[in-house]
């Protein structure tokens, strides 16, 4: 836990109070008979400040002031953020020899200015990066070592320009399939060459470049779906105790948490925050949200949703709000109950009118009101004893 204690410790160090441990509050329904003022809206960040960092995912339009609004709550709420996609390989780093930093660049400086711990994502993944990344001048495909190399150099630039200034990164991203073993990628293709013993090294040089252009960073292993897939669970754990195995620094392991009104269950949850704390590394909520459609796809990959299949026209019923609330709760009474394993929760997104998935998954609805899922989880913080 000394990663999350370092991160907890910066904030509190940025707002230049002391965490002290937490007393017992009393139980009490936070939400206003009225609707709420904003004096009647806590801060997020104040309600869970003793126990895990709190944030979301930026866009652009929150960081460069267009949805100011959006850009209020996260200021408001959030002691971290994350870069929803401005740090991906396909937006910062275009074409081979070209690199777009004014995105990201605007990213930092916005949680610089509003004390937020910023999060890097993603350097590694198969989704989200330019085809270019695995061909050469002639359009075949890479060698290792040019893969290698080219891998290298991006995450070089890209950690390095941002060192001391990012905290954390996530490394790699979603290299696992549901049963556990590594996703066919062109990554695990081209630098694994068909051999079992290979098919772990972009992982493995990843972590290591990542952490020598910056010593100070911590590094993390994201994935979704750990908390409803046990092999795939088992997969994340057989990647950070190979790293460990291997004295390559892996700081912690980021449950996204994609879930939906009747998943993940309670035992799901506790097993994944468990079953990875045991390796001795942090456990992170990195992409929170909750689906609301009654069916589709489960998972989070985008190139599996469309407009249909995330148009959800009961979504703001008082019933669907009424399980959104009790579903959020049910998370966070198991993510309190496990406060010392787990360092930070992000929801993906600020409101529901900016959020990949459409529905309403999110805390602020569409007009950017704290709905009843927002309230549920104060409460939720407030009936715990700890
Ligand atoms: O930037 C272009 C813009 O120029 C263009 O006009 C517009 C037209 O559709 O597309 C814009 O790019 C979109 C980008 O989001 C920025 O809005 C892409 O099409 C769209 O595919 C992309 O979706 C993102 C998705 O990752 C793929 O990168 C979502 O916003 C983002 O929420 C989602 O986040 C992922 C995490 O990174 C990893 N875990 C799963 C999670 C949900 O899919």
Redesign the pocket.
């Known amino acids: 836990m000394r990663a999350s204690l370092s991160l907890l410790a910066f904030t509190c160090a940025l707002s230049g109070r002391l965490c002290v441990a937490q007393t017992p509050r009393p139980a009490e329904d936070p939400r206003p008979s009225a609707p709420a003022t904003e004096q009647e809206v806590p801060a997020l960040k104040k309600v869970f400040e003793d126990l895990f960092l709190i944030g979301g995912?930026l866009?652009r339009n929150v960081v460069t002031g267009r949805d100011a609004a959006g850009a209020a709550i996260a200021v408001k709420h959030f002691s971290t953020a994350t870069a929803?996609?401005d740090l991906?390989w396909q937006l910062i780093h275009p074409q081979l020899d070209r690199y777009d930093w004014e995105p990201a660049d605007g990213y930092v400086a916005f949680c610089e200015k509003n004390r937020m711990v910023a999060i890097g994502?993603?350097l590694v993944w198969h989704?989200?990066v330019p085809r270019w990344v695995f061909r050469d001048d002639s359009g075949n495909p890479l060698t290792r070592d040019a893969l290698l190399a080219r891998m290298k150099d991006h995450i070089v630039a890209v950690v390095g320009r941002y060192r001391g200034r990012i905290q954390g990164w996530d490394v790699v991203?979603?290299a696992l399939d549901e049963n556990g073993a590594l996703r066919g990628t062109p990554w695990v293709r081209i630098i694994g060459e068909g051999s079992a013993d290979k098919q772990y090294d972009f992982i493995e040089h990843a972590f290591r470049w990542a952490h020598e252009a910056d010593p100070d960073a911590e590094l993390f292993y994201n994935d979704?779906n750990l908390e409803v897939s046990r092999a795939k669970c088992d997969g994340a754990v057989a990647i950070v105790k190979r790293l460990q195995s291997k004295g390559i620094r892996i700081d912690g392991v980021g449950i996204?948490l994609?879930g939906g009104l009747g998943y993940p269950s309670i035992e799901g949850l506790e097993h994944a925050i468990t079953t990875l704390a045991a390796t001795g590394v942090e456990v992170m909520i990195t992409?929170l949200d909750i689906r609301t459609q009654a069916r589709g796809y489960r998972g989070?990959?985008?190139g599996k949703v469309s407009r249909k299949s995330t148009s959800d026209p009961g979504a703001a019923s008082a019933e669907t709000q009424k399980k959104l609330a009790d579903k959020y709760a049910e998370i966070f009474s198991v993510l309190i109950e496990h406060r010392k394993e787990i360092s930070r929760v992000t929801f993906?997104g600020i409101h529901d009118g900016a959020s990949?998935i459409g529905g309403s998954p999110l805390l602020f609805d569409r007009s950017y009101k704290p709905k009843e899922a927002f309230f549920s989880v104060v409460k939720a913080s407030r009936e715990r004893q700890y």
């Open positions: 995912a866009n929803e996609n991906k994502h993603c989704s989200q991203n979603e979704y996204q994609h992409e989070a990959d985008i993906w990949w």
